[in-house]
T-cell receptor, first 115, second 111 residues
Framework: DAGVIQSPRHEVTEMGQEVTLRCKPI?????LFWYRQTMMRGLELLIY????????DSGMPEDRFSAKMPNASFSTLKIQPSEPRDSAVYFC?????????????FGPGTRLTVL | QKEVEQNSGPLSVPEGAIASLNCTYS??????FFWYRQYSGKSPELIMS????GDKEDGRFTAQLNKASQYVSLLIRDSQPSDSATYLC???????????FGAGTTVTVRA
């Protein structure tokens, strides 16, 4: 199994530009999570999907952030327009069955730098 | 506001010693508890999960849970330099099933 795949691994952009982060969950997993990690705020859940449907987006910081999951094998997190304070590592994670006994498997992350 | 707090680090221990990590949480209706390890520049990986009061052992790792005190801990026995990492405590609150993470404790094992 290839694990959770994220792209790009690193992204450097200028303030005001659109940024799109991509994630491919583990095959067969029906839950997908997007997290953001910074030194100041730690690891924060932004949004999660179940069977491609957004369940809870209360962690999305602003309307500049949006996420989609058009099918079971692909999700995107978009920031438009980007700001320097969006600089962080963004992780995607997936799990097979959302119960108390299921493990969330994290992708390698995308390190975003907004200049 | 559901909160997960971990003891402040960094924690430095000599090789072969026991490293003790602590975590408290605010919501009494929490049901699942996890310890993730994160090496610098890498993603979190699950090392322990615990769901009921008491101890759970897995190799050199022991997780301890006390729901009455809202406390979960992780012991690393016979610490090795390869254990040097940040350890994240995560709590799954029953009300919404999301994972909330603590800020992490950085452990350094001195050879």
């Amino acid at each position: 199994d290839a694990g959770v795949i994220q792209s790009p691994r690193h992204e450097v952009t200028e303030m005001g530009q659109e940024v799109t982060l991509r994630c491919k969950p583990i095959s067969g997993h029906d839950y997908l999570f997007w997290y953001r990690q910074t030194m100041m705020r730690g690891l924060e859940l932004l949004i999660y999907f179940n069977n491609n449907v957004p369940i809870d987006d209360s962690g999305m910081p602003e309307d500049r952030f949006s996420a989609k999951m058009p099918n079971a094998s692909f999700s995107t997190l978009k920031i438009q327009p980007s700001e320097p304070r969006d600089s962080a590592v963004y992780f995607c994670a997936s799990s097979g069955r959302f119960s108390s006994t299921d493990t969330q498997y994290f992708g390698p992350g995308t390190r975003l730098t907004v200049l | 506001q559901k909160e997960v707090e971990q003891n402040s680090g960094p924690l430095s221990v000599p090789e072969g010693a026991i490293a003790s990590l602590n975590c408290t949480y605010s919501d009494r209706v929490s049901q699942s508890f996890f310890w993730y390890r994160q090496y610098s520049g890498k993603s979190p990986e699950l090392i322990m999960s615990i769901y009921s009061n008491g101890d759970k052992e897995d190799g050199r790792f022991t997780a301890q849970l006390n729901k009455a005190s809202q406390y979960v801990s992780l012991l690393i026995r016979d610490s090795q330099p390869s254990d040097s990492a940040t350890y994240l405590c995560a709590v799954q609150f029953r009300s919404d099933y999301k994972l909330s993470f603590g800020a992490g404790t950085t452990v350094t094992v001195r050879a």
